[in-house]
């Protein structure tokens, strides 16, 4: 039977912590794009706040869409990364699912509900993380 652990419990080191962070919100950034999800951006937050290390931010197109990104992610982090959510917020209304996992956060959105609230801009000193398997902005035009 497989052990599921937060972060907290696996990460020695503020160091290492943040890196299975990183690590976390990636995987969950990468399953999010797997299942259509759109404007995706992974903020980094360790400068700003000490409560987590990042958000996640994506909109999805319907309620079906966002609970499946929902539970994909879920289970990936799960059972692929051996973590677990702590919280999730929003499921049923479905405009705005948070999943909370210590110190990654996730917001899943409609757009509508991603444009009222803008953390983009209430976050803005926030640096975004580059996606690895996206080309950068300088490597389009080249």
């Known amino acids: 039977m497989q ?7 696996t990460s020695a080191t503020l160091e290492a912590r943040q890196q299975r962070s990183k ?26 706040t ?8 994506v909109t999805g197109n319907s309620r079906r869409q966002l609970h499946a990104i929902s539970e994909e992610i879920d289970r990936v982090l799960e059972k692929e990364l051996g973590d677990r959510r702590m919280g999730i917020e929003g499921y049923n209304e479905s405009r705005w699912i948070l999943l909370d996992y210590g110190t990654v956060v996730i917001h899943l959105f409609d757009a509508d509900t991603r444009r009222y609230y803008a953390l ?7 640096a975004r993380v580059p996606l690895p398997w996206q080309p950068r902005a300088e490597e389009k035009h080249a």
């Open 3 to 9: 052990r599921l652990v937060t972060i907290a419990q």
């Open 23 to 48: 690590q976390l919100a990636l995987a969950a950034a990468r399953t999010a794009e797997d299942n259509r999800g759109q404007d995706i951006a992974v903020l980094d937050m360790r400068g700003m």
């Open 50 to 57: 000490t409560e987590f290390d990042y958000f996640l931010l």
């Open 120 to 126: 983009e801009d209430l976050w803005g000193q926030a």
